[in-house]
């Protein structure tokens, strides 16, 4: 008996990330490499910075976990010294000197912490969906400010932020709704905290600018959605271990056609991508870094 065609029914939700749309939105061959191709191409080394901030991120969210008694700045050098992450370095000394500004860093921090002040949560997971996509991410902090909740973020990026980079953040907007989905309570305050400085640039959003940043992840999430299902198009006739490759080795070559659908985005950013080994285009569109670059020292 013939099945009837399916037109009309709804299509499948989008499950998604903010960083998986900003990878889209970056570069759809760095997309196609992160999310779809497996096994994944072999990545560049760990970068320092990223490092750097992973330990700092472990720091704080483990200061929150202690008890009372103990949240004091302190505790929070010796928790980043005990978790730190030495990958990418030059060389020891480089990762020692980054320790040390690292340990400052959180107790300079920590310092100015209330430690009574118990938030919301603390690397919480939130998630919201719509018609389109089903989103999901994790919050560095969650405050509760009298009857609103506030996103927090840390960044220990050498950049100092602006208003602007609060107000953009798809991220941020995207972890607002659906925090205040989830605790039902309303959020519209975001925060950036940016640990080398101090500095804490906010912004406050309304319904209505938390309603285009939700839109904006939709259309991003039904261009990625095409592009995920020509792929799988693509992969369903494809010879047996055609688009595969052995861990460590280049990808195979693709169809032109699945080519035009994940084209490489060349800029600057190139030259920290991490499958950059990967993608002739980026080589010639930027030098390629070190892996200790990104922490701006001479």
Known sequence: ?????????????????????????????????????????????????????????????????????RRTPVMAGVLLNNGWIGEGFRDAAQSAAW????????????????????????????ATRTSVIAVSGRVDRL????????????????????????RSSLALAVYAVASSRMMRRPCHRV??????????????????????????????????????????????????????AAAGRTPPAVPPRIDEVFPPRTGPLCSWCDFRAHCPEGQRAADGRQPWDGLGDD
């Not at 994944?40 to 901030?53: C, E, I, L, R, T």
């Not at 261009?223 to 995920?228: P, T, V």
Request: glycine residues 6%; hydrophobic residues 35%; contains cysteine.
């Open 191 to 244: 925060e950036l905290h940016h640990l080398p400085t101090g500095s804490i640039v906010e912004w406050e959003h309304s319904e209505e600018s938390l309603a285009r940043h939700i839109g904006r992840a939709e259309a991003i999430a039904v261009e990625a959605s095409e592009a995920d299902e020509a792929y799988r198009a693509w992969a369903g006739e494809a010879p047996r271990g055609s688009r595969t």
């Open 1 to 69: 008996m013939d099945q009837l065609p399916l037109e009309g029914m709804p299509r499948r939700l989008y499950s998604c990330t903010p960083s998986r749309l900003n990878t889209w939105l970056d570069c759809p061959r760095r997309y196609r490499f992160t999310y779809l191709d497996r096994p994944a191409p072999q990545k560049g080394p760990p970068w320092a910075h990223n490092s750097v901030g992973v330990s700092v991120h472990n720091a704080l969210a483990g200061w929150w976990r202690e008890p009372y008694e």
């Open 99 to 126: 320790r040390a500004r690292a340990r400052e860093m959180v107790m300079g921090y920590a310092a100015s912490l209330d430690p009574a002040d118990e938030p919301v949560g603390v690397e919480r997971t939130v």
């Open 143 to 166: 405050d509760r400010r009298g009857d609103e909740l506030v996103v927090v973020d840390y960044k220990t990026g050498r950049r100092p932020l602006t208003e602007d980079d609060a």
